[in-house]
């Protein structure tokens, strides 16, 4: 198993390029997250999944979007990239079984500048 | 924002010694975790306690929850350098799907 996924690993892109990071897991999760990491701050949920065709915000989700067609990808999108939105990326996935997310499974993490 | 917050933020031991670090959270939980993250790498599952336990034991690491203090402490024993890394304590609330980190204790073990 490959675990999680994530790519691509380094991005940079000019403010107001828009760009999707991808997330892939082979473990069969039903839930799926994204978090952004900054110094000093720890990690920040973006928006989650707890199966195909269902989303939530978590508590920084402006300026993404996320959706989730397949049990297996869950990609991110940032419509217009703001210097704000330079970060390292985190995409996690769990087993959830009933009210509690369980233990997250992380991927290598994406870094995006934007300049 | 944050639900936990671990403390120190900063830990700088020998090889040998053990290493404590906390986290206090503010909302009653289902569970509390601890993630350790390797400079560079993506976050690794630790040890989960339940809001129904009180200590947990995995290897070197002992784990303990209170409750009614809404904290938890996360004790690595006999350290060595390869735990040289970030530690966080994650959080769920009741009936809830956000997991909350805290922002971490640097952990660094000299040789």
């Known amino acids: 198993n490959a675990g999680v996924t994530q790519t691509p690993k380094f991005q940079v892109l000019k403010t107001g390029q828009s760009m999707t990071l991808q997330c892939a897991q082979d473990m069969n999760h039903e839930y799926m997250s994204w978090y952004r990491q900054d110094p000093g701050m720890g990690l920040r949920l973006i928006h989650y999944s707890v199966g195909a065709g269902i989303t939530d915000q978590g508590e920084v989700p402006n300026g993404y979007n996320v959706s989730r067609s397949t049990t297996e990808d869950f990609p991110l999108r940032l419509l217009s990239a703001a210097p704000s939105q330079t970060s390292v990326y985190f995409c996690a996935s769990s087993y959830s079984g009933g009210s509690s997310t369980g233990e997250l499974f992380f991927g290598e993490g994406s870094r995006l500048t934007v300049l | 924002s944050q639900q936990g917050e671990e403390d120190p933020q900063a830990l700088s031991i020998q090889e040998g010694e053990n290493a404590t670090m906390n986290c206090s959270y503010k909302?009653?939980?289902?569970?509390l975790q601890w993630y350790r993250q390797n400079s560079g790498r993506g976050l690794v599952h630790l040890i989960l306690?339940?809001?129904?336990?009180r200590e947990k034991h995995s290897g070197r690491l002992r784990v303990t929850l209170d409750t009614s203090k809404k904290s938890s402490s996360l004790l690595i024993t006999a350290s060595r350098a390869a735990d040289t890394a970030s530690y966080f304590c994650?959080?769920?609330?009741?009936?809830?799907?956000?997991?909350?980190f805290g922002a971490g204790t640097t952990v660094t073990v000299r040789a």
């Open positions: 909302t009653s939980i289902n569970n």
């Open positions: 994650a959080t769920d609330g009741l009936n809830d799907y956000k997991l909350s």
């Open positions: 306690i339940r809001s129904n336990e």
